[in-house]
């Protein structure tokens, strides 16, 4: 059985920083890409990011670039998001999936497995 299960989320200030992880088990880990999206309330689930399977390859939305960071270890089965310079806008539930497309995806479909998700809130 897949779990991803995300944590690190919560409350902070704008222009604060949160790390979320995402520990992975019951997949072969290093054989899949991994990403970070996130959907606020009345709004659709959007890409945040993805790595590829060895970590590689990194792709940002337009939105985060420049101030979140992903990044993985495959020896502990975990994926990483460190977000600097958090807004507003940036508030969502934020959710990490697995994809069998090895250089990663923007594209939701394309994501095999999912969390249940992380709250974080930013404050203004």
């Known amino acids: 059985q897949v779990q991803l299960v995300e944590s690190g989320g919560g409350m902070v200030q704008a222009g604060g920083s949160l790390r979320l992880s995402c520990a992975a088990s019951?997949?072969?880990?290093?054989?899949?890409?991994m990403g970070w999206f996130r959907q606020a309330p009345g709004k659709e689930r959007e890409f945040v990011s993805t790595?590829?399977?060895?970590?590689?390859?990194?792709i940002y939305a337009p939105s985060v670039k420049g101030r979140f960071t992903i990044s993985r270890d495959n020896a502990k089965n975990t994926v990483y998001l460190q977000m600097n310079g958090l807004k507003p806008e940036d508030t969502a539930a934020y959710y990490c999936?697995?994809?069998?497309?090895?250089?990663?995806?923007?594209?939701?479909?394309?994501?095999?497995?999912w969390g249940q998700g992380t709250q974080v809130t930013v404050s203004s």
């Open positions: 999936a697995a994809s069998k497309y090895y250089g990663g995806s923007v594209i939701r479909n394309d994501y095999d497995y």
């Open positions: 790595i590829s399977w060895r970590g590689g390859t990194t």
């Open positions: 019951g997949l072969t880990f290093s054989s899949y890409a």
